[in-house]
């Protein structure tokens, strides 16, 4: 079973940027296809980004053009760089496998956008 450690959230204007960062333990982290996910207040968690093993990407309507998701391989991290950050992007954000999840989550980071 992976464990997953997601950091590298805060508070930030509207407009600004974060970059997430999401350290995978375990075996086959490297040929797993993974993904970033975020759970607004009140709403249920919600897929944001995928990234193949490959390298090829795929992402939500709602941040298309505004982040990007990498992974480093040879540390077993994936990245999510969200740029153009809007209030609606508050949430918390989490990394898990993708599209098909494993049942273990971490404690997920924070993203706090103000208007």
């Known amino acids: 079973q992976v464990q997953l450690v997601e950091s590298g959230g805060g508070l930030v204007q509207a407009g600004g940027s974060l970059r997430l960062s999401c350290a995978a333990s375990g075996s086959i982290f490297s040929i797993n296809p993974m993904g970033w996910y975020r759970q607004a207040p009140g709403k249920q968690r919600a897929w944001v980004a995928g990234?193949?093993?490959?390298?090829?990407?795929n992402y939500a309507d709602s941040v298309k053009g505004r982040f990007t998701i990498s992974r480093d391989n040879t540390k077993n991290t994936i990245y999510l760089q969200m740029n153009s950050l809007k209030p609606e992007d508050t949430a918390v954000y989490y990394c898990n496998k993708w599209p098909i999840v494993s049942p273990g989550w971490g404690q997920g980071t924070q993203v706090t956008v103000s208007s």
């Open positions: 990234i193949t093993s490959g390298g090829s990407t």
